[in-house]
């Protein structure tokens, strides 16, 4: 038994892509804030250092999530979570771009990293 009849099992693609989808901000939050803040600073350091700050912020809220989401149910948590993570990017997006300073960068990189959806152990 292989992979192959993993995915033609029934429903498998129903849970998968949704999954997948769902983790692709792990995968590439930090990786879209270098880039981001590195094209508008010019400074590889200063970029890193956002993403260092969005990723210490993921790493310290996530299991307050958990918590949450085991007292209060998943929907109630990720619903909020998710427009919350949306507002507090397109903020951290707006400020890389209209060249704020940096303490506002990484202030804005803070709830950015809290408020990433934590689909995995949900």
């Known amino acids: 038994p292989g992979y192959g009849q993993l995915l033609r099992t029934s429903g498998a693609w129903t849970f ?3 999954g997948f989808a769902a983790r692709q901000p792990f995968a ?28 210490v912020s993921m790493a310290l809220f996530a299991p307050y999530g958990g918590r949450l989401a085991d007292r209060y149910g998943q929907r109630a948590v990720l619903l909020p979570g998710v427009l919350v993570h949306a507002a507090s990017g397109l903020t951290l997006t707006f400020l890389a771009l209209a060249d704020a300073p940096l303490w506002a960068l990484f202030l ?11 689909v995995g152990p949900m």
């Open 16 to 18: 998968l892509l949704p």
């Open 28 to 55: 590439m939050l930090t990786l879209s804030i270098v880039l981001l803040v590195q094209h508008t600073t010019g400074s590889y350091g200063v970029a890193g250092a956002a993403a260092a700050v969005t990723g």
């Open 108 to 118: 804005a990189a803070v709830p950015t990293g809290a408020s990433v959806p934590q």
